[in-house]
């Protein structure tokens, strides 16, 4: 390859990327919204400040009741108990259940003083005041216990957890209407070549357009990130040395074109008068005449000005050091499917799709203890979900299974 | 299961997912600018109006010449001409390759008239006005030909594509400043429920925060769609009448929580009144109480008020009904692993890492041609990535590889 002859020595990509992390810091701390949080990286250990729920509450449409009173309970002897009032969803029990009686109860209300344990409606009958019980529960069956799904003091999320919607959802239970989040790096980027014009402009002789730039910018926003185009440079040192003056205000700077060893390639050239090269030239294919210099704090990445070279440099490193500026590296992206051996058995129900909770680590996938739907930290400790499909029952310990990541797994730098 | 006993008919999943799609349509075409265009569906067939490149253009620095003058040139027995000028990149050329004589390019540059191929810079030595070809070229060696990336009339991305930060780029190359994509629906959500106080309100007594509207949010919003939250109503028919009717105004509306068949659960009731139901109640788990409906041509999701639930049925049926109503079913996403057989011979340099561009198509892997990286559209035309480690010299035909999908794949409804 002619273009190997030119740099003094190549990269390889791993040491690339190391320089890269060594040098690449964070820009900062801000505060967002919960409501519009995901993606962002958490820049706080998150710690609940109560349990959840905080109270008792009945998992159940059903009657609350004393677990004790109703054993022996069958549909051929039930056990007839008063029903004293109910508590509606939302509101405070204005009754206690003593003895011999029940209060009529709905999923998520609030268990009553006395009662310990709720009967699901399906095995009650009741008649004008009294309701038969058809079968017995134990202590806390069919309730939701006051800290069960989060207890005050616990870690919910750490520090350097890319957040997803579901984790939105338990930081909002717990009140935390603002996040400390790690500042998302805005970049500039800048085409260089005497032959580009930009699109809104006639293309004429050998011109052509300025396609970098807008691949460029789509790349970084789709990942969420702020793009802002600084336009063209011609093949000039002075051109290009305002412009990376200018630059400067942003946190990232990415030049495309110039940065290979030829008579017209003067970005790293003067990327290295204002600051470091830290490497030029990349044993990858394409991509080769990739370099990365630091210029006042600010990391200046200088791309190829082949299209595609250009795009497959930005993925290779671009992207690793926007995270990194968050404070994170991406291991595996959520979606990704992930084989692992089951760690104990999960029941289903045959005819019905069912989405299992699961916590993947290394080939071994473990179910998420669940006691209801409304168990939101359930999807919050697991990173990864297991369907199974209708025609199943559920699958032995033991067995191979596929199952999806539902976060991005992340190494934390700093 | 308690839940079950309530529904009178449970959809399976595929099931639901059909009349979804049979019921949810396109909401209209907008034009976006190429540089934020990133995600977006093509609501129509890109058609090339001139080639790209535009003209015949040097793949290489070194010397444009008749390829004919240089049959038997050997580093033994070079071959002298005459340096007639130069072509920079981005310059028309002023001088005509004549017999005897060479003009010096630049990887960029427009090929002179009376040329047909570049001699690569390093199998040449000059002395001042003169040239010594040590190598033989055939005609249109390291010439990237007019047209050879895009011929003009080409349809270089259909409608229905999602478009990624590649395709804005090949868009930008061929001067389409404005694109043609299906509309973007924005959701309004709403969360019902005695029960819920909104986050940034103080807690009390037996009310819990409103976290599914936040959740939600999140979800829509980091698939790149806009979302307003409505807020919470009351498990009142009349407030939720009033909501529903105020929701209209968008594009879709979700309401989460009220959606069983229980003594406080309004929403489906309501619905049907101002419009039909498609299903209530899906054999799914967590899951089951979700409804869909149709109220004046606007999709009305209702999900479950479980925040697991929700969040889950949310991605099975919302997800693809944001989808449905940009004309698109994702099939499959971007960044996925696939494997496959290699069906043609891949070489690559020990110590270097190949990003070689590739179609897979169901199994089947084939590079696609590649004749610089210069050609943009070799990532417009692959479908995903082959990655070939430094340790490695390549790939033999018939090896089964692994590949990274660098596009969605999607199938296009209407």
Not at 14 to 22: D, G, P, T
Not at 221 to 245: H, M, Q, V, Y
Not at 342 to 351: A, D, K, N, V
Request: proline share 5%; hydrophobic share 45%.
């Amino acid at each position: 390859m002619v273009r190997n002859v030119g740099f003094k020595s190549q990269e390889k990509v791993e040491s690339a990327l190391k320089k890269i992390f060594r040098n690449v810091k964070v820009i900062g701390v801000e505060e967002v919204s919960v409501y519009n949080s995901a993606g962002r990286v958490l820049a706080e250990d998150i710690v609940a400040n109560f349990d959840l729920p905080t109270l008792d509450r009945s998992a159940m449409d059903g009657y609350a009741v004393k677990a004790e009173e109703t054993f022996g309970a069958s549909e051929t002897n039930p056990i007839m108990l008063k029903i004293i009032g109910e508590v509606r969803v939302g509101e405070l029990p204005s009754v206690e259940v003593e003895s011999g009686s029940a209060v009529k109860v709905f999923t998520g209300s609030v268990l009553p003083k006395g009662a310990n344990a709720v009967v699901m409606l399906e095995f009650t009958k009741s008649f004008g005041d009294f309701v038969e019980i058809f079968r017995s529960v134990t202590p806390f069956k069919n309730v939701l216990r006051a800290g069960e799904d989060v207890r005050k003091g616990e870690v919910v999320l750490k520090r350097g957890e890319i957040i997803q919607p579901q984790d939105a959802g338990i930081l909002a239970s717990l009140g935390f209407e603002k996040l400390k989040v790690y500042k998302k790096p805005v970049v500039a980027v800048i085409s260089t070549g005497n032959e580009l014009v930009e699109i809104w402009k006639k293309l004429e002789g050998a011109k052509i357009y300025n396609s970098n730039n807008p691949m460029l910018c789509n790349a970084i926003l789709s990942l969420g990130f702020s793009a802002k185009s600084l336009g063209i440079t011609r093949d000039d040192p002075r051109e290009i040395e305002n412009k990376l003056l200018e630059a400067l205000s942003f946190d990232m700077l990415i030049f495309t074109g110039g940065t290979s060893v030829g008579a017209h390639d003067y970005v790293p050239e003067v990327v290295s008068k204002h600051g470091e090269i830290l490497f030029h030239g990349v044993a990858m294919k394409p991509g080769m005449p990739t370099a990365f210099g630091i210029v006042r704090d600010k990391p200046v990445f200088m791309l190829p000005g082949s299209p595609s070279a250009c795009l497959l440099a930005f993925e290779t490193f671009v992207v690793p050091a926007l995270y990194r500026m968050m404070n994170v590296r991406i291991v595996e992206r959520k979606g990704a499917l992930k084989k692992g051996v089951l760690q104990s058995r999960i029941p289903s129900e045959l005819g019905v799709r069912s989405y299992v909770r699961v916590y993947w680590d290394n080939g071994k996938v473990y179910p998420v203890r669940i006691s209801g739907s409304g168990i939101l930290s359930s999807l919050v400790k697991a990173n990864a979900l297991l369907i199974i499909p209708e025609n199943l029952e559920g699958y032995e310990a033991g067995e191979e299974v596929e199952v999806m990541l539902i976060r991005d797994l992340t190494e934390v730098f700093e």
